[in-house]
Structures are given as C-alpha cells and as structure tokens.
C-alpha cells in the first residue's frame, strides 16, 4: 500500500505550495494523515497530521503557516504551505497515520520543496 504526494518544486522565501497525497482507500478510511519531511543530513521530521475525525496536529515551526486537509470522498489530503521559508527545504512525505504523534502505517513516495532566500 502507497501513498504519492506530487506538488514540490522551487519557489522563492514568502511563496506557497500545495502538496496534493492521493492514498488508496484502505490506508485512508480506517488512518489519519501525516505529513513528514526530511532535509539532507537530517532526521525526518513530523510536520502535521490530522485523523479521519479532523482533529490536527502541528509542528511548532510551521503553525500558522501550513495547513492540512483531507477528502474522504475522493480519498486526498493536501498540505498548504505558505509563507516559505528556506528551512523547509526538504523531501516531503505523507502516511497514513496511526495516531497524532505521527505513528506512520504506510508511507508515500516524497516530493522535493526547495525554498530559495
């Protein structure tokens, strides 16, 4: 089971993005979904998440900033980023989530986010 999130790209420090997560429905209905994102020569982080209930989670750095939403009718999620700045560079993942501490059951393929000052 795989997710795909698709959207990264360049943009310049102060611009957004919306990384789109197309999931199959077995690793949407019964999960909620994260967000992950690991820059080079760095861990990989938990940015937000939300449960199929809609409550969300998110990291300290990006509150404010990034928004995260899912479709139940079509079986999406997407993660709004605004106001970039050149530390959220990074590869970015979704998952299907087990809980809002970011316990991840399937994992999708990243994307690249780059962020130029």
């Known amino acids: 089971v795989q997710l795909q999130a698709s959207g990264g790209g360049l943009v310049q420090a102060g611009g957004s993005l919306r990384l789109p997560c197309a999931a199959p429905e077995r690793a949407f209905r019964s999960y909620g979904t994260g967000w992950f994102r690991q820059a080079p020569g760095k861990e990989r982080e938990y940015v937000a998440g939300m449960t199929w209930r809609g409550v969300t989670y998110y990291k300290d750095s990006v509150q404010g900033r990034f928004t995260i939403s899912r479709d139940s009718d079509k079986n999406t999620a997407s993660l709004q980023m605004n106001n970039l700045k050149p530390e959220d560079t990074a590869v970015y993942f979704c998952?299907?989530?087990?809980?809002?501490?970011?316990?991840?059951?399937?994992w999708g393929q990243g994307t690249q986010v780059t962020v130029s000052s």
């Open positions: 998952a299907a989530i087990l809980d809002l501490r970011g316990n991840a059951r399937y």
